[in-house]
């Protein structure tokens, strides 16, 4: 549907963000090997012939490397718990899974992924340009501060895009961006349009299956219905 009717026109912006899916279902727990930490090495510079093992490589700096299909196979899609804040700044608790999701300019839905709850936002961004890019061509991609990382900048300017992320500061000072930048960003408001109509008004509060693959195809006819009126007009 998507390549049919939006394929061969210049999308201006791809606004990429993900909400939180409540299930009823019991969240898996961890692994034990999953919840230990990978030990780390003493703090401060190596002694004199200490010989110091390479870190390894981030998921997001491999998903660069591999396919699509290769990295949809490395995503967790059980059912656990996770915590985010919300707009107001209060945290909130969730037992379930999260949808990624890739929106052009008319809140029109273009693609879509369901992960486990904890996954980070940033783990799915290169799967989601990746398979947008199967589908449509696009100028901009913009995303929030939790997308901020080198290698989704690298690889949207590799898709010949333009990123516009929001700075994350992280323990450093906040770069703001120009008035002009700024201005193309507020754009990214049609990715929340899109989550809260799906939740509100095509069924993504009133998930009654379980398991990730039922969940996926019960968002996935409410995705299917916020595109048709829009994508199919004549």
């Known amino acids: 549907m998507v390549i049919t009717h939006c394929g061969q026109k210049l999308a201006g912006h791809i606004s990429r963000d993900a909400t939180a899916i409540e299930a009823r279902e019991k969240p898996v727990k961890a692994n034990a090997s999953e919840a230990v930490p990978a030990p780390k090495g003493k ?14 490589p981030k998921r ?7 396919s699509l299909e290769e990295n949809l196979k490395d995503l967790p899609t059980h059912c656990n718990v996770s915590t985010k804040k919300n707009s107001k700044g209060y945290k909130e608790t969730w037992i379930g899974y999260k949808l990624h999701l890739d929106c052009i300019d008319g809140d029109i839905p273009i693609s ?17 340009a990746q398979m947008s890019s199967k589908r449509v061509s696009n100028l901009y991609d913009l995303m929030d501060a939790a997308y901020d990382s080198p290698a989704i900048h690298g690889f949207s300017q590799s898709l010949g895009h333009m990123p516009i992320i929001d700075h994350n500061p992280r323990r450093g000072e906040k770069i703001l961006m120009d008035p002009a930048t700024k201005s193309r960003f507020a754009e990214r408001s049609s990715s929340e349009r899109v989550n809260s109509n799906i939740k509100d008004n095509y069924g993504g509060r009133s998930i009654r299956v379980k398991g990730a693959s039922k969940v996926m195809t019960h968002l996935m006819f409410g995705i299917g219905n916020k595109q048709t009126p829009r994508c199919c007009q004549k």
């Open 112 to 128: 879509a992924i369901l992960s486990s709850a904890s996954l980070h936002d940033s783990q799915v961004a290169i799967p989601l």
């Open 60 to 66: 997001v700096e491999l998903q660069a490397t591999r």
């Open 43 to 56: 703090p401060g510079r190596p002694r004199k012939g200490e010989v110091l093992l390479p870190k390894a």
